[in-house]
């Protein structure tokens, strides 16, 4: 009965491949996001997707792309991966934009890239 | 942009002290702040924050927000080795990806 769940939780891979990380969500909440956390525990959004509406942080680099087939699910597809992206990243949801109450995280999926 | 700092950034202390950990914030159009704890995996939500001088309470945590002087604090009271974890502070402003900026957190150890 997890609320937020991805996988997989852990994703090793060599530099140049594609990869997918999936969230899915038994919650209810309209939207949905993508954060990234680096070495120093920094938690930075990338993306966030409500009702079709998708908003990107624009440091984001356009490799990474967000793709939702039905309001529960937001994957994130990531095109020729760079040792730069090594971090973990975190799927969240929320009942809508701006409600903080109810913003519930997912156990992460830590990316290794080699 | 949105800036959230938080500090100390670690700190130790033994079981039995009380904490406090503190976060400010620059954000354009606040709209709310948040208190996560992160211990291996997921951050779980500790309190939300949005009316100035009102504190948040559960058990030994409780947390309050000055809006006028921009920042939050969060007080552990009789911690124990179980507090022992990453507390982030996030600010909701709706800007940005529409998502909560976060601070860099304080890694708080309890020693037994």
């Known amino acids: 009965d997890t609320a937020v769940s991805q996988t997989p939780k852990y994703l090793v891979t060599q530099m140049g491949n594609d990869k997918s990380i999936k969230c899915e969500q038994n919650?209810?909440?309209?939207?949905m996001y993508w954060y990234k956390q680096d070495s120093k525990k920094f938690l930075k959004i990338m993306f966030s997707?409500?009702?079709?509406?998708?908003?990107i942080n624009e440091t984001v680099p356009n490799r990474f792309s967000p793709k939702s087939p039905d309001k529960a699910h937001l994957n994130l597809h990531i095109n020729s991966l760079e040792l730069g992206d090594s971090a973990v990243y975190f799927c969240?949801?929320?009942?809508?934009?701006?409600?903080?109450?109810?913003?519930?995280f997912g156990s992460g999926t830590r990316l290794t890239v080699v | 942009e949105d800036k959230v700092v938080q500090s100390p950034l670690s700190l130790v202390v033994h079981e039995g002290d009380t904490v406090t950990l503190n976060c400010s914030y620059e954000?354009?159009?606040?709209?709310?702040l948040l208190w996560y704890k992160q211990e291996k995996k997921a951050p779980t939500f500790l309190f939300m924050l949005?009316?100035?001088?009102i504190e948040k309470k559960s058990g030994r945590l409780s947390s309050i927000l000055d809006k006028k002087e921009l920042f939050s604090i969060l007080n552990i009271t009789a911690t124990q080795t179980g507090d022992s974890a990453i507390y982030l502070c996030?600010?909701?402003?709706?800007?940005?990806?529409?998502?909560?900026?976060f601070g860099k957190g304080t890694h708080l150890i309890i020693q037994p």
């Open positions: 969240a949801s929320s009942q809508a934009p701006g409600v903080g109450y109810g913003y519930t």
């Open positions: 919650l209810g909440h309209d939207t």
């Open positions: 997707y409500n009702n079709k509406e998708l908003i």
């Open positions: 954000v354009t159009n606040f709209r709310s």
């Open positions: 949005t009316s100035s001088g």
């Open positions: 996030a600010v909701y402003s709706g800007g940005g990806a529409d998502g909560l900026t």
